[in-house]
């Protein structure tokens, strides 16, 4: 086996380029904003203060371009959907900030741009921006998390006086761990079951539905009917004001309704362009996207943060006495400190490649006009992908960062060498925006479903009656640069041949093979559903592990695609190359960890397994002396990375 040699030389700066990608100008312009804009963590204030100190913050980013970048031309900003996500990315050094910005800017401003009218744009957008009106995001309840076709906050329509009466019916229906509201909220776009009244004196249900609702009034005092609690103190992200909002029979004005997808006349009428309640759920929930796109690209700038205090420490810090040398040892020159790092690196680069494809998808399909997706496909695809990359790349960030914190000794425990605080605001990032085990379910039940023209539910029990009803068959499509993926895999080797370790074609469709097995698997299980009296629940529940795995090596093959068409759009050949053997070095940590699945379905051999490892052990060797460049390539902020371990400001102990 020949390990493909490794450049002696590459320019970080061309490779930076190659990863700032189609973006470039907006992160060039986020990093000259920071750098004349001091916005250091509260890390070590009180509860209180820290939430002041992040607000304070909030108000100065709010003058600045950076939050513009998103909102709509005519009410002053750029219309730049996927700017706005890159944008927020970089302001993963400072994760309360950052997740305060997301809930005002991203979740409050979305829902008004996204699900309102021009009424709506024409009062609240600029407010919104210039932080003059600061706002929640009210969707998920105490009992309602995930399932938020089901949430139990109620707005009936009283024809009497043209009036929403909005209502909490019962304590799992409380809206809670919304940010911005224990403190700053003064509105909330709150999401609730929209009933109108019938002839018969009763209402209908017509489905979820966003309303804009005062919470607070201009002292900061909770609105009469709205009650008000906080969330009190967490493991991180405590410049974030989480709270809890309850109604008692709140009336806001007809004009409240967010009515891009449904509107109610002054009589009570209701229309909607889109029908049927489950559709048209959906369709709002589509425009919501951005939200869990923007965490996965942070979750994934917080682990290239990381990385970076973890390598830098790694390459000054000395550990044992070189018997041929006489010096101390780097701690990097260790192979066992390799593999803890190094491969997680390689796959910080796959995702991050991943991610910008994402973002480019999410900007085109708003680009775009309904006509261009009339069966609304693309949107379905986008919003599969996003579930399962959010899934990956935050678990990803848990792993790599604890990784990180024990590759620092001690040193990694100090909070002034941030990766404890890195823990701990990213740790929740696995479970809002959705919990990532139901988001891959999502992901399994779009591979599953044959690309059914419409969904009808998102839960568990929907799935399993789904599968038993209709199933046509598992589909591979390939993701990004088709033809180039097609070429490689035409001409991969067999799998036998000795070169074939680093073969791009025979890496892909090694991983496409997988993926199409363990479909093929999961869907005989799950077809069961349908025969006899098998109930469909059971057989769904009992096949669980079984349809997380297809989620997770669908998107393992999806991010392998991506980093592919990166290296391709690579267009200096060092930095190409470098990116190469960084490609290999994801691929085939990645066999390694499956290699179980790999040996017991015969897709490779026990010799090759052992050379599969020797492959990865030679690849970490021949990037560390690389890997302080490799890193600080990704091009964080310098602001953010203030751990002395990686500035030099004082020598690492630990």
Same mark, same amino acid.
């Given at each position: 086996?020949?390990?493909?040699? #490794?450049?002696? /030389?590459?320019?970080?700066? +061309?490779?930076?380029?190659?990863?700032?990608?189609?973006?470039?100008?907006?992160?060039?312009?986020?990093?000259?904003?920071?750098?004349?804009?001091?916005?250091?963590?509260?890390?070590?204030?009180? =509860?209180?203060?820290?939430?002041?100190?992040?607000?304070? @913050?909030?108000?100065?980013?709010?003058?600045?371009?950076?939050?513009? #970048?998103?909102?709509?031309?005519?009410? $002053?900003?750029?219309?730049?959907?996927?700017?706005?996500?890159?944008?927020?990315?970089?302001?993963?050094?400072?994760?309360?900030?950052?997740?305060?910005? $997301?809930?005002?800017?991203?979740?409050? !401003?979305?829902?008004?741009?996204?699900?309102?009218?021009?009424?709506?744009?024409?009062?609240?957008?600029?407010?919104?921006?210039?932080?003059?009106?600061?706002?929640?995001?009210?969707?998920?309840?105490? !009992?309602?998390? %995930?399932?938020?076709?089901?949430?139990?906050?109620?707005?009936?329509?009283?024809?009497?006086?043209?009036?929403?009466?909005?209502? =909490?019916?019962?304590?799992?229906?409380?809206?809670?761990?919304?940010?911005?509201?224990?403190?700053?909220?003064?509105?909330?776009?709150?999401?609730?079951?929209?009933?109108?009244?019938?002839?018969?004196?009763?209402?209908?249900?017509?489905?979820?539905?966003?309303?804009?609702?005062? #919470?607070?009034?201009?002292? &900061?005092?909770?609105?009469?009917?709205?009650?008000?609690?906080?969330?009190?103190?967490?493991? &991180?992200?405590?410049?974030?004001?989480?709270?809890?909002?309850?109604?008692?029979?709140?009336?806001?004005?007809?004009?409240?309704?967010?009515?891009?997808?449904?509107?109610?006349?002054?009589? &009570?009428?209701? %229309? %909607?362009?889109?029908?049927?309640?489950? +559709?048209?759920?959906?369709?709002?929930?589509? =425009?919501?996207?951005?939200?869990?796109?923007?965490?996965?690209?942070?979750?994934?700038?917080?682990? /290239?943060?990381?990385?970076?205090?973890?390598?830098?420490?790694?390459?000054? *810090?000395?550990?044992?006495?070189?018997?041929?040398?006489?010096?101390?040892?780097?701690?990097?020159?260790?192979?066992?400190? @390799?593999? /803890?790092?190094?491969?997680?690196?390689?796959?910080?680069?796959?995702?991050?490649?991943?991610?910008?494809?994402?973002?480019? =998808?999410?900007?085109?399909?708003?680009?775009?006009?309904?006509?261009?997706?009339?069966?609304?496909?693309?949107?379905?695809?986008?919003?599969?992908?996003?579930?399962?990359?959010?899934?990956?790349?935050?678990?990803?960030?848990?792993?790599?960062?604890?990784?990180?914190?024990?590759?620092?000794?001690?040193?990694?425990?100090?909070?002034?060498?941030?990766?404890?605080?890195?823990?701990?605001?990213?740790?929740?990032?696995?479970?809002?925006?959705?919990?990532?085990?139901?988001?891959? @379910?999502?992901?399994?039940?779009?591979?599953?479903?044959?690309?059914?023209?419409?969904?009808?539910?998102?839960?568990?029990?929907?799935?399993?009656?789904?599968?038993?009803?209709?199933?046509?068959?598992?589909?591979?499509?390939?993701?990004?640069?088709?033809?180039? #993926?097609?070429?490689?895999?035409?001409?991969?080797?067999? *799998?036998?041949?000795?070169?074939?370790?680093?073969?791009?074609?025979?890496?892909?469709?090694?991983?496409?093979?997988?993926?199409?097995?363990?479909?093929? &698997?999961?869907?005989?299980?799950?077809?069961?559903?349908?025969? !006899?009296?098998?109930?469909?629940?059971?057989?769904?529940?009992?096949? @669980?592990?079984?349809?997380?795995?297809?989620?997770?090596?669908?998107?393992?093959?999806?991010?392998?695609?991506?980093?592919?068409?990166?290296?391709?759009?690579?267009?200096?050949?060092?930095?190409?190359?470098?990116?190469?053997?960084?490609?290999?070095?994801?691929?085939? %940590?990645?066999?390694?960890?499956?290699?179980?699945?790999?040996?017991?379905?015969?897709?490779?051999?026990?010799?090759?397994?052992?050379?599969?490892?020797?492959?990865?052990?030679?690849?970490?060797?021949?990037?560390?002396?690389?890997?302080?460049?490799?890193?600080?390539?990704? !091009?964080?902020?310098?602001?953010?990375?203030?751990?002395?371990?990686?500035?030099?400001?004082?020598?690492?102990?630990?």
């Amino acid at each position: 086996m020949r390990t493909p040699s #490794i450049p002696v /030389k590459f320019d970080p700066a +061309k490779l930076r380029e190659s990863l700032d990608g189609r973006w470039g100008e907006v992160r060039d312009r986020v990093r000259g904003v920071l750098e004349n804009e001091p916005l250091p963590t509260g890390d070590g204030l009180d =509860t209180e203060s820290h939430r002041a100190h992040t607000f304070e @913050q909030l108000r100065r980013l709010a003058g600045s371009e950076i939050v513009r #970048i998103g909102f709509p031309v005519e009410y $002053g900003g750029s219309g730049d959907r996927g700017g706005s996500v890159v944008a927020m990315e970089m302001l993963a050094g400072n994760l309360s900030l950052m997740v305060k910005a $997301g809930v005002q800017w991203g979740l409050f !401003g979305g829902a008004v741009t996204a699900l309102g009218t021009e009424r709506h744009h024409e009062e609240y957008l600029r407010s919104i921006m210039d932080l003059s009106e600061p706002g929640c995001f009210a969707m998920t309840e105490t !009992g309602h998390g %995930s399932d938020v076709q089901q949430l139990g906050t109620t707005a009936v329509y009283d024809p009497a006086t043209a009036e929403f009466v909005v209502h =909490t019916p019962d304590e799992s229906a409380r809206k809670d761990y919304i940010g911005n509201a224990a403190r700053d909220g003064r509105t909330a776009a709150v999401f609730a079951q929209l009933h109108t009244p019938t002839s018969d004196g009763e209402t209908e249900n017509h489905g979820v539905h966003a309303l804009l609702v005062p #919470i607070r009034d201009g002292a &900061g005092n909770p609105l009469p009917g709205v009650s008000i609690s906080d969330c009190g103190r967490k493991a &991180g992200l405590n410049g974030v004001d989480n709270g809890r909002i309850s109604f008692d029979r709140v009336r806001v004005p007809r004009e409240a309704l967010l009515n891009r997808y449904g509107d109610v006349a002054e009589d &009570g009428t209701y %229309s %909607s362009p889109i029908e049927g309640v489950n +559709k048209r759920f959906f369709t709002m929930l589509g =425009t919501l996207i951005t939200g869990r796109v923007s965490v996965a690209g942070t979750a994934g700038a917080a682990t /290239k943060l990381a990385l970076e205090i973890a390598l830098r420490y790694g390459d000054t *810090r000395r550990q044992f006495t070189n018997p041929r040398t006489g010096a101390e040892t780097p701690v990097l020159d260790y192979l066992a400190h @390799q593999r /803890k790092l190094l491969p997680a690196l390689a796959t910080s680069f796959a995702l991050h490649f991943a991610q910008e494809e994402l973002v480019a =998808t999410l900007h085109d399909l708003r680009q775009a006009s309904p006509e261009d997706d009339p069966e609304g496909r693309a949107q379905r695809e986008l919003e599969s992908r996003a579930a399962g990359l959010k899934a990956v790349t935050t678990w990803h960030a848990t792993r790599t960062i604890q990784d990180c914190r024990e590759a620092c000794g001690g040193s990694g425990y100090l909070a002034e060498n941030q990766l404890a605080g890195l823990k701990a605001d990213t740790d929740v990032f696995t479970t809002f925006e959705g919990d990532n085990t139901v988001l891959l @379910q999502l992901v399994a039940k779009g591979l599953l479903t044959g690309y059914r023209e419409s969904f009808d539910e998102l839960g568990t029990l929907g799935m399993a009656r789904y599968v038993a009803d209709q199933f046509v068959g598992t589909v591979i499509e390939r993701t990004a640069a088709r033809s180039l #993926i097609q070429r490689l895999v035409d001409a991969s080797p067999g *799998r036998d041949d000795e070169d074939a370790l680093f073969d791009r074609g025979w890496q892909l469709r090694l991983f496409e093979d997988r993926e199409r097995h363990v479909l093929d &698997g999961v869907a005989r299980r799950l077809r069961r559903a349908g025969s !006899g009296d098998a109930d469909p629940f059971e057989v769904f529940n009992d096949a @669980q592990d079984h349809v997380l795995r297809a989620a997770r090596v669908h998107v393992d093959r999806v991010v392998l695609e991506a980093f592919v068409a990166g290296i391709e759009r690579c267009t200096d050949p060092a930095a190409a190359e470098m990116l190469e053997r960084l490609c290999d070095l994801y691929v085939l %940590s990645d066999i390694e960890a499956d290699r179980g699945w790999f040996l017991e379905h015969e897709r490779i051999s026990p010799r090759r397994a052992k050379a599969i490892t020797e492959a990865v052990n030679a690849l970490c060797k021949g990037l560390r002396p690389h890997a302080v460049e490799l890193v600080s390539a990704f !091009g964080m902020p310098r602001q953010w990375l203030s751990a002395p371990i990686a500035t030099g400001e004082q020598p690492g102990t630990g």
